[in-house]
């Protein structure tokens, strides 16, 4: 059944009125028009003339093989004067063109290519958490419902919380978001004491691969299991998927052959006859695989959503940095989808690395050894992204048999001069757990192991501030 977006998008959106000047702007186009409508500074007295940014020398395609000179990327001319200038609020031209071709390449989907899978729109964000923020005020007014995995990348929390959205958390497990636990929660709805005076949920918000905190990747099994209950009970999936490149399964293959798990977005297609389309709202960073600061994301989904996400965008920011997202444009032309594919590889290739080394310290610190020494810690390997979800062994407490991470962290943590993120923080409403983020992505690896020495001596001080002279087995 395709999804009624009246239904989904906000009130607070749909009586939201036209702004006046954007509306006109698009017949400023039309030929012969002579426009004093917009209020654009003029650029005669812009101080530049010229931007250029050099390539790394370690970067894939850095140098011209006939030449061997660097490669420079150059914004000037024409295109230079577009990206000073007020641009369109869902993105840059060129950087929508690069952006229309990496989908149509990684997720098999096409924009406007006159079929059903093409029904589809992008638009660009100051990074994927402006994009979030501007999809939580698209979507949610006061008493409408939405379904997390728990644990959950804590952005959109604040917001909810403050506008009085409720938020159901779903259980997670090896692969992140739990089917069947979504589908239990979904079926049992109205009969369930905790959600049936609650408002329908409209959507379901998850972190596919390389989860934070969780480290955890859905296979292409789980995805497809949890499409089919969100259009069974026609949801839509928030799929964030910042660390989509940084999967480490099949790094030793040739970058462009390499088997990338499908996305969300690119299993609608599978089984789309009885459902359609327009179920998921995909979330893409180049945060980890550019730089965080560039501050550029995109999003691609439905019309009617992309069309209320843009509005938020064209009264606040207006839109993304234009020569930023230029500059990514041209380093997309440069490389290709196969360049860009190689470069984030490469990316991956230094996490799984980083993965590795501090796996190993992890265990011979927290893991308990041959020495007899005691475990105090137990995790899963992440195949993907930047984090340990680790869970400390810690004494129990009266209202946490499992302990409480955000003691041991705040206090004895920091009394020993080692920082973690505690386990509450990613978690909607109250929540006691015993476990703690680490975050192996750029702390120096000759640092790892006296970190993860600090911890142990937090967690054995814990059990001695609660009475314990010996750590009893996890
Ligand atoms: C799951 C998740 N979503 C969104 C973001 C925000 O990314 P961006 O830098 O694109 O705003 C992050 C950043 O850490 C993240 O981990």
Do not use: C
Request: charge should be negative; avoid cysteine.
């Amino acid at each position: 059944m395709p999804l009624d977006y009246n239904k989904l998008i906000s009130q607070e959106y749909q009586r939201r009125p036209e702004p006046a000047i954007r509306s006109l702007l698009s017949l400023e186009k039309k030929p012969g028009m002579i426009s004093f409508l917009a209020g654009k500074p003029n650029p005669d007295r812009f101080p530049f003339e010229s931007i250029t940014v050099k390539l790394k020398p370690s970067a894939v395609l850095s140098t011209d093989p006939s030449t061997g000179a660097s490669t420079e990327l150059v914004i000037d001319g024409n295109t230079l004067e577009r990206v000073l200038q007020y641009g369109y609020t869902a993105g840059d031209p060129l950087f929508d063109e690069a952006l229309n071709d990496l989908v149509s390449a990684v997720h098999g989907r096409t924009r406007h290519d006159d079929t059903p899978a093409g029904d589809f729109e992008i638009t660009v964000g100051t990074g994927s958490q402006d994009l979030l923020a501007k999809t939580s005020l698209a979507l949610f007014d006061k008493g409408d419902t939405i379904l997390v995995e728990s644990p959950m990348y804590p952005g959109l929390l604040p917001d909810l919380g403050s506008r009085g959205i409720h938020v159901i958390n779903v259980a997670t497990d090896q692969e992140g978001l739990s089917a069947s636990s979504l589908a239990q929660i979904l079926d049992e709805w109205n009969q369930n004491e905790r959600t049936k005076e609650l408002s329908f949920p409209k959507a379901v918000y998850t972190v596919p691969t390389g989860g934070n905190p969780s480290g955890t990747t859905a296979s292409a099994d789980r995805k497809r299991a949890i499409l089919q209950i969100v259009r069974k009970h026609s949801i839509l999936i928030l799929e964030d998927d910042p660390y989509y490149y940084l999967s480490f399964e099949g790094l030793e293959e040739d970058s462009v052959m390499r088997h990338r798990s499908p996305s969300y977005f690119a299993l609608e297609k599978e089984d789309n006859d009885p459902w359609g389309y327009g179920y998921v709202l995909r979330f893409e960073s180049f945060s980890k695989i550019l730089s965080a600061g560039m501050r550029l994301g995109f999003m691609a989904g439905p019309k009617p959503i992309i069309d209320a996400v843009s509005g938020y965008m064209a009264t606040s920011s207006i839109h993304a940095s234009s020569p930023m997202q230029v500059m990514a444009a041209l380093l997309l032309q440069h490389w290709g989808v196969p360049g860009f594919l190689s470069h984030v590889d490469e990316v991956a290739r230094l996490y799984q690395q980083r993965r590795d080394f501090f796996e190993v310290k992890l265990a011979s610190v927290l893991g308990g050894d041959k020495n007899q020494q005691r475990a105090l810690a137990s995790w899963v390997t992440p195949v993907a992204g930047m984090f340990f979800w680790v869970k400390l062994h810690l004494p129990p407490e009266s209202d946490a048999p499992q302990g409480n991470s955000s003691n041991v962290i705040t206090k004895n943590a920091v009394d020993h001069n080692v920082l973690a993120v505690p386990g509450a923080s990613f978690y909607a409403g109250q929540q006691i757990t015993p476990y703690v983020r680490l975050s192996f992505s750029v702390i120096p690896e000759e640092e790892m192991e006296e970190g993860l020495l600090r911890l142990r001596k937090a967690i054995e001080d814990a059990w001695k501030e609660h009475g314990y002279s010996t750590i009893p087995p996890m």
